[in-house]
Antibody, heavy 118, light 111 residues
Framework: EVQLVESGGGLVQPGGSLKLSCAAS????????MHWVRQASGKGLEWVGR??????????AYAASVKGRFTISRDDSKNTAYLQMNSLKTDDTAVYYC?????????WGQGTLVTVSS | QSALTQPASVSGSPGQSITISCTGT?????????VSWYQQDPGKAPKLMIY???HRPSGVPDRFSGSKSGNTASLTISGLQAEDEADYYC???????????FGGGTKLTVL
């Protein structure tokens, strides 16, 4: 059974940092591209960024709204993807989902809430 | 990168058919067959309903179908059921970020 479990969310002050983790199981993690998607309360889905597999040189890409502040990485030995978030703004408050890219985003985690507030 | 354009809401009665549109540009929807559709219930993670414009994952009822014409993709739900009431989002690969862009979402109400 495929499982994606996010962790690391919480309350952080504007300008602060937070690192989210996404622990994967039930599929060949090392061969999969992984994405992060966020959703502010009552709002739509927003793509945050992605990291490709080793075969694709771990290439990353980001939404314009987070580029230069967020960094996606992965540790294939731990079957885990990460989202390092720096210089956080109140607009970054959202539930953050990690999702596996297969044919579309075929599996999603349950999400972790990040609240940026003073 | 602007979000893809979806109607904010659509509604239909049980048994009827509805269509949700998703309009982008030649840099996303129109240029690639990488359009997906997701269903989201309140407080839940999205669920993949359609990938690569027309394909249904295993377990998705054949009442759900996808299509594309030019820069606009569409999701059609036929034989509407009460359980179909949810938010629906389209997404597409986009060259602007070499990533993904989502639509703003459409709330489907089954009357």
């Amino acid at each position: 059974e495929v499982q994606l479990v996010e962790s690391g969310g919480g309350l952080v002050q504007p300008g602060g940092s937070l690192k989210l983790s996404c622990a994967a199981s039930g599929f060949t993690f090392s061969g999969s591209d992984m994405h992060w998607v966020r959703q502010a309360s009552g709002k739509g889905l927003e793509w945050v960024g992605r990291i490709r597999s080793k075969a694709k040189s771990y290439a990353t890409a980001y939404a314009a709204s987070v580029k230069g502040r967020f960094t996606i990485s992965r540790d294939d030995s731990k079957n885990t993807a990460y989202l390092q978030m720096n210089s956080l703004k109140t607009d970054d408050t959202a539930v953050y989902y990690c999702t596996k890219a297969g044919l579309g985003f075929d599996y999603w985690g349950q999400g972790t809430l990040v609240t940026v507030s003073s | 990168q602007s979000a893809l354009t979806q109607p904010a809401s659509v509604s239909g009665s049980p048994g009827q058919s509805i269509t949700i549109s998703c309009t982008g540009t030649s840099s996303d929807v129109g240029g690639y067959n990488y359009v997906s559709w997701y269903q989201q219930d309140p407080g839940k993670a999205p669920k993949l309903m359609i990938y690569e414009v027309t394909h249904r994952p295993s377990g998705v009822p054949d009442r759900f179908s996808g299509s594309k014409s030019g820069n606009t993709a569409s999701l059609t739900i036929s034989g509407l059921q009460a359980e179909d009431e949810a938010d629906y989002y389209c997404s597409s690969y986009t060259t602007s970020t070499r990533g993904v862009v989502f639509g703003g979402g459409t709330k489907l109400t089954v009357l």
